[in-house]
């Protein structure tokens, strides 16, 4: 068990190496780090400053040993725009982004499981056929496109909810349910399978033969093995969720994490832009070990078939 | 023998080079959609009305022919800058399909060597480049690309490069897991009995067989890159302007919707859908037709 969290642990740390590597390198091989590093319109002189300040004139070795201690400090540089550190900057726009991210998985649950499990029980239905509508629909549909068709059917023409911004509970609803579409649709069809799994089990089998009646067996017995990768799932998505809402919080001017790349993206504000997406990229490794090693806990054919 | 059976015994003997085609289930709507997309892209030349990037300011936010201030001179209506929406979807088709395809081959042509040199080798070079894939997989796709746009600047040759490092894994993945089981099978054996050399193996005895799941993997990617080029065009890191690609158009629309100009917005939007859809409706079928393996991706 220990040499399997530690093998884990190696790769996870071997995926954030190669995070830092391509992000510093990417920077320096595509130009001159300094332009990023100034405000647009800098003068010779302040780059010049840059270049000795962080040590651009020296071997990209001792670069990049630099560029990773200040990351283990927690130092992610200044912001240009908003000048204060990107760290604090962050930490401001994480309850928001969390926020969101919650109303939306709590949507996408509350619509995917029961309809997964409807779907499952009825297979071949009018409710199933419904079902794998809303799952394509939800996957293939951009979210940007659902953001502006809400926008545009329930603020300009209906009046019932706002267009952008944040602060009631109001403002909530359509950038959750844009942001929760396609995690709704995903739920829903991992619980189908998972569900259709289930009740080809034998203890179903047994249950049935007991002679139960189908909504026991489906509530009682089915419905609690079948809930297990679903949660999982959900359980990382949660993480991808806040790291993927840029778009929608885009469109919805949301003041959450994305919104902050967003910004960072179009005020040339470089450093918000790294620090979002090393800090976002850490978030998710984080989470896949933790699943990783949770999975080795529960099921001992993980840990010993690795 | 009534005619359903008649023609279903012919369809099991028939193994002639349309099978696939003649099929019952064979998506056809999603198939036309996509190759009249394909040919609008061709065809953007001939068939665009108007100059997609340049336009008339005094013609700004004409509406579609059907509402009241429309004509047929911009049947579509047409953008903040007076361009004529027609001519921009038209031209913005063949953004999506070049950057679409180009990046979903460039990735499969490197996912797919590294799969079969990692499967087919073993040992330190397998070992080295999945992690090296693992390691890739656990970044957040489109966040990292983003990133690397926003460095490298905006064009469609940027975009379709950063896209297909995003997401070359994929194929790496499951193309190494076949090779895996191809490897112990006869003929490779044979072949290896037979004098040939690794790359000569590699080459023309595990990429042909190979390749079904990377057509199949590489129409389900289809809709996934062209969502991701659109979110980086709608991000303005994308396609730069004033080239007309769908996901700037909409980002570009956003600004009128309040004051009512849908079309800007909508038409772009819907474009995009129906281009996606079709793509995930005709991998979903290819991938239960050829290939078993991948069902339960």
């Known amino acids: 068990m220990r040499q399997f969290v530690l093998k884990r642990f190696c790769y996870s740390l071997l995926s954030?190496?190669?995070?830092?590597?391509?992000?510093?390198?990417?920077?320096?091989?595509?130009?001159?780090p300094a332009t990023l590093l100034t405000e647009p319109g800098a003068s010779e002189a302040d780059i010049a400053a840059i270049h000795q300040k962080f040590g651009l004139d020296r071997p990209l070795v001792v670069q990049y040993v630099?560029?990773?201690?200040?990351?283990?400090?927690?130092d992610l540089g200044q912001s240009f725009y908003y000048q204060t550190p990107v760290m604090d900057l962050y930490w401001s726009r994480l309850p928001h982004s969390l926020l969101l991210a919650a109303v939306a998985m709590a949507f996408s649950l509350i619509i995917g499981i029961p309809s997964g499990i409807i779907a499952a029980v009825r297979i071949g239905s009018f409710w199933d056929s419904v079902g794998k509508v809303f799952a394509l629909l939800g996957l293939s549909l951009p979210s940007f496109f659902i953001g502006l068709l809400m926008i545009l059917l329930f603020s300009v023409y209906l009046g019932w909810l706002p267009s952008s911004g944040s602060g009631t509970p109001?403002?909530?609803?359509?950038?959750?349910?844009?942001?929760?579409?396609?995690?709704?649709?995903?739920?829903?069809?991992?619980?189908?399978?998972?569900?259709?799994?289930?009740?080809?089990?034998?203890?179903?089998?047994?249950?049935?033969?007991?002679?139960?009646?189908?909504?026991?067996?489906?509530?009682?017995?089915?419905?609690?093995?079948?809930?297990?990768?679903?949660?999982?799932?959900?359980?990382?998505?949660?993480?991808?969720?806040?790291?993927?809402?840029?778009?929608?919080?885009?469109?919805?001017?949301?003041?959450?994490?994305?919104?902050?790349l967003y910004e960072g993206i179009s005020f040339r504000d470089f450093p918000v832009v790294q620090g979002v997406v090393i800090l976002g990229g850490?978030?998710?490794?984080?989470?896949?070990?933790?699943?990783?090693?949770?999975?080795?806990?529960?099921?001992?054919?993980?840990?010993?078939?690795? | 023998?009534?005619?359903?059976?008649?023609?279903?015994?012919?369809?099991?003997?028939?193994?002639?080079?349309?099978?696939?085609?003649?099929?019952?289930?064979?998506?056809?709507?999603?198939?036309?959609?996509?190759?009249?997309?394909?040919?609008?892209?061709?065809?953007?030349?001939?068939?665009?009305?108007?100059?997609?990037?340049?336009?008339?300011?005094?013609?700004?936010?004409?509406?579609?022919?059907?509402?009241?201030?429309?004509?047929?001179?911009?049947?579509?209506?047409?953008?903040?800058?007076?361009?004529?929406?027609?001519?921009?979807?038209?031209?913005?088709?063949?953004?999506?399909?070049?950057?679409?395809?180009?990046?979903?081959?460039?990735?499969?042509?490197?996912?797919?060597?590294l799969g079969i040199i990692s499967g087919y080798m073993g040992g330190w070079v397998d070992q080295a480049i999945m992690r090296l894939t693992d390691a890739w997989l656990a970044l957040p796709a489109l966040t990292f690309a983003i990133f690397l746009a926003a460095i490298v600047g905006p064009s469609e040759m940027n975009i379709v490069i950063i896209l297909a490092l995003v997401y070359w894994t994929r194929y790496a993945r499951i193309v190494r897991g076949e090779v895996l089981s191809l490897k112990e099978r006869e003929f490779v054996r044979l072949a290896v009995v037979a004098g040939c050399s690794k790359w000569t193996i590699m080459r023309k005895h595990i990429l042909p067989n190979v390749m079904n799941s990377a057509v199949v993997l590489a129409s389900l990617m289809l809709g996934v890159v062209?969502?991701?080029?659109?979110?980086?065009?709608?991000?303005?890191?994308?396609?730069?302007?004033?080239?007309?690609?769908?996901?700037?158009?909409?980002?570009?629309?956003?600004?009128?919707?309040?004051?009512?100009?849908?079309?800007?917005?909508?038409?772009?939007?819907?474009?995009?859908?129906?281009?996606?859809?079709?793509?995930?409706?005709l991998g979903d079928?290819?991938?239960?037709?050829?290939?078993?393996?991948?069902?339960?991706?």
């Open chain 1, 66 to 74: 630099l560029f990773m201690t200040s990351l283990f400090r927690g």
């Open chain 2, 285 to 297: 079928w290819l991938r239960v037709k050829l290939d078993p393996q991948l069902r339960q991706l």
């Open chain 1, 170 to 260: 109001l403002h909530v609803i359509m950038p959750a349910f844009a942001l929760g579409w396609y995690f709704a649709a995903a739920h829903m069809r991992l619980t189908r399978s998972s569900m259709l799994e289930v009740l080809g089990s034998e203890y179903i089998k047994l249950a049935r033969l007991k002679g139960l009646p189908q909504r026991l067996v489906i509530a009682k017995h089915a419905f609690k093995n079948a809930l297990i990768p679903v949660l999982t799932l959900a359980g990382i998505n949660l993480v991808l969720m806040i790291n993927v809402a840029v778009i929608v919080e885009t469109v919805f001017a949301w003041p959450g994490i994305g919104r902050l």
């Open chain 1, 16 to 32: 954030l190496f190669l995070l830092s590597v391509t992000i510093f390198f990417f920077v320096r091989v595509t130009g001159d």
């Open chain 2, 1 to 113: 023998m009534s005619t359903t059976t008649i023609t279903e015994v012919a369809a099991i003997r028939d193994t002639g080079r349309f099978r696939l085609l003649r099929s019952r289930d064979f998506p056809l709507v999603p198939v036309l959609i996509i190759l009249t997309i394909a040919l609008v892209a061709v065809f953007a030349d001939f068939l665009a009305p108007h100059n997609p990037e340049v336009g008339k300011l005094a013609a700004r936010f004409k509406p579609p022919f059907w509402m009241a201030g429309g004509s047929m001179t911009y049947p579509l209506g047409t953008d903040q800058l007076g361009r004529d929406m027609l001519s921009r979807l038209i031209f913005g088709a063949r953004v999506s399909m070049v950057v679409g395809f180009t990046a979903v081959i460039f990735a499969g042509v490197v996912g797919t060597t």
């Open chain 1, 282 to 306: 850490a978030m998710i490794v984080a989470v896949n070990l933790l699943v990783d090693i949770v999975y080795a806990v529960i099921d001992p054919r993980i840990r010993l078939g690795s």
């Open chain 2, 226 to 281: 062209i969502v991701a080029e659109a979110s980086l065009s709608f991000l303005g890191v994308g396609v730069p302007p004033p080239k007309p690609a769908w996901g700037l158009m909409l980002s570009d629309g956003k600004q009128g919707l309040m004051v009512g100009y849908w079309w800007l917005t909508v038409m772009p939007g819907l474009c995009i859908m129906l281009m996606v859809l079709s793509a995930n409706l």
